[in-house]
């Protein structure tokens, strides 16, 4: 019975990551050190899911298609992703592969510059593939 009342004390204490704000516009590029390369490889699933009617975000151009997804990302008192939001674009599929693969970069090394515990920084993935 003790043990049950201690979690369920540590679960009323812990708070939930807060939401981005409304206007993206006011937060800070995440400050990567180096430009983050896509490849085809990143854009294979995004692809996938297009071609299966699962998504038409994806603009074709005379080059091929593009899909970009915004990303919100909340850093810990550690400078480690807390939270990380896509803005939604219709495929949630595709939204939680972008926010999967930001949480990935920063936890594996991608550099990034200095950033502040606590705050919202903002970021883009583009995928683009040929026709």
Partial sequence: MMIAWFLAAQL????????????WSTLRPLPFARAVDDG???????????????CTAAIQTA????????LAVLFSAASQP?????????????????AGLVSSMM???????TV?????YRTSLTF???Q
């Fill in 12 to 23: 009323a204490v812990a708070s939930p990551a807060p939401m981005p704000p409304q206007d």
């Fill in 82 to 98: 807390r939270r990380i939001v896509p803005r939604a674009i219709g495929c949630p599929s595709v939204e939680q592969y972008s």
């Fill in 40 to 54: 085809l490889t990143l854009s294979a699933f995004v692809r996938s899911e297009v071609q299966a009617g699962r």
């Fill in 128 to 130: 683009s593939w040929p």
């Fill in 63 to 70: 080059a091929g298609w593009t899909l970009k997804v915004d």
């Fill in 107 to 113: 936890r594996n090394g991608t550099p990034v510059g």
């Fill in 116 to 120: 502040d515990p606590g705050n919202w």
